[in-house]
């Protein structure tokens, strides 16, 4: 953000304004967090503030500070309308494109006359935003909003509760710290939420420490079904929707999955496919190691996109159709894939 932005912003913020905040759809914890968080900071300056998220989320995020205050699209549509054509400022936090927030949602958007406001890490973003905080380099949206309040020059306002939904957000964007996203301006940042009050050990176990067995069993059956290319160093994932009921699926039950097949010695490209009888698709979710782009191959393949080493898309035809289209596709990166 230029000079003159954060000038306009903190204008707008000298006054109270009535204030949206939405994440994308399925949110994960850099999305709640981030927006948490700024929801916590700006209700400090007296803002009249909700979180809209487009539809429900895991159970391990739930915990954080001010959940019960968001309100879903999915199940309040004409109340979540009405607010987002009230409002004047609409922060859009942790995406780049209305469609992330689904049809609905992103139909209200559109529709929203208000001032809006991107802060995002993703890839390409769309120019609807009047002020947009976007850059593909940072490990999360909740490290910039951490950057944003700094820009703000109001770091002192930064509370327990602020610091414990961006730790969190931090923390699962990285992998724990382990991506190649995670610089030592990170660390920088996660000691500051820690002085500020973030319990690190308390989030790691709020976090990792809610396995059910049912999703034990889902993961190995996830295992049991991993299959591996290894002359395309790519390995592989399926879970249909009759394996999901089997173990009784709950929403996030499969977050980090596809960090599995990935951790196979000598694979740079991993994928999982999971049905949706719901949603009428497959979703898919890419990972990659070193330079080989899963957020270009998925943007040219799978209707997605998201970030160099980890991105998302989807699939309108059937698992077996959209694997061996998978499949089929991979010799066109040989050359990527064997470096």
Known sequence: MTKTEISDLKDLLSSPKAIVIVPHRNPDGD????????????????????????NDYPDFIKWLPGDDTVLKHETQPQVCNALLQDAQLIFTLDFNAFHRTGPLMAEALEKATATMIMIDHHQQPDDYATYMYSDVSMSSTCEMVYNFIEMLDDLACITADIATCLYLGIMTDTGSFRFPATTHRTHEVIGQLIAKGANNSQIHNNTFDTNSYSRLQLLGRALQNLKVIPELRTAYITLTQAELDAFNYKKGDTEGFVNYALSLKGIIFA?????????????????????????TFSRNHFNGGGHTNAAGGRSETDMETTVNNFISILPQYKDELSQ
């Open 31 to 54: 999305a709640m967090g981030s927006t948490l968080a700024l929801y916590h900071y700006l209700k400090q300056h007296h803002h009249k503030v909700t979180v809209i998220a487009p």
């Open 271 to 295: 994928a999982i496919f999971i049905e949706s009888q719901q949603d009428k698709i497959i979703k898919i979710s890419l990972r990659s190691k070193g330079d080989f782009s899963v957020n």
